[in-house]
């Protein structure tokens, strides 16, 4: 595997389940990131993890847990999701936020996410 | 802000130019950056641009910058049906917290016709 992966592709899930989304990046990098792309609204930052520890966590309800457990890997546990939680869950990786203002960042596919 | 502003759809015909043009409302971004985001996929890197830069060209690709207007287009020579996507625009500033973080608009959807 090269890049970002994600899995799973596609989730379907009801209000009172508990799943992760996984994400993996075969790059060497040391930032990760959790973005939700929903339409007809820019793409939102979720979570920024560097070198494993949390550096963002833009105002997320408590029902998005992300865990990186290292640098390779990171994971979104979901709980008691709503219906407008819907969306496309993007991860993306890159160098690390110390290099300098430039950020390449690299994405995963994305999980498409549908919440009854 | 952090406020990046794009068009929503441009159709173009093949072989055509296509012109997507971005605002941002930050004067002190320092990097400024074209995504493309084929279907079903994650957003790629398309090409970028130095804030003390005006233009720079890759091969079909010519991107604008004026940075008095906060204007940023990118302009897609002889515009092919794969060139179909969505662009985004994306910004990033060298301070504090934000360091490296991207803004992103919220995309162009690019419709090619043959």
């Known amino acids: 595997e090269t890049g970002v992966t994600q899995t799973p592709r596609h989730l379907v899930m009801g209000m009172t389940n508990k799943k992760s989304l996984k994400c993996e990046q075969h790059l060497g990098h040391n930032a990760m990131y959790w973005y939700k792309q929903s339409a007809k609204k820019p793409l939102e930052l979720m979570f920024v993890y560097n070198f494993k520890e949390q550096t963002e966590n833009n105002s997320v309800p408590s029902r998005f847990s992300p865990e990186c457990p290292n640098s390779s890997h990171l994971f979104l546990h979901l709980h008691t999701l709503q219906p407008e939680d819907s969306a496309l869950y993007l991860c993306a990786s890159s160098q690390d936020r110390s290099s300098g203002s430039f950020n390449e960042q690299f994405f995963g596919p994305g999980t498409r996410l549908t919440v009854l | 802000g952090e406020d990046v502003e794009q068009s929503l759809f441009l159709s173009v015909r093949e072989g055509d130019s296509s012109v997507i043009n971005c605002t941002y409302t930050?004067?002190?971004?320092?990097?400024l950056y074209w995504y493309k985001q084929e279907p079903g996929a994650g957003l790629q890197l398309l090409t970028y641009?130095?804030?003390?830069?005006d233009m720079k060209q890759d091969q079909r690709l010519t991107v604008l910058l004026n940075k008095k207007d906060k204007h940023l287009s990118l302009r897609i020579a002889d515009t092919q049906t794969g060139d179909s996507a969505i662009y985004f625009c994306?910004?990033?500033?060298?301070?504090?917290?934000?360091?490296?973080?991207?803004?992103f608009g919220r995309g162009t959807q690019l419709t090619v016709w043959p």
């Open positions: 930050d004067s002190s971004s320092t990097y």
């Open positions: 994306a910004e990033t500033f060298d301070r504090g917290s934000t360091l490296g973080r991207l803004y």
């Open positions: 641009i130095f804030s003390n830069m």
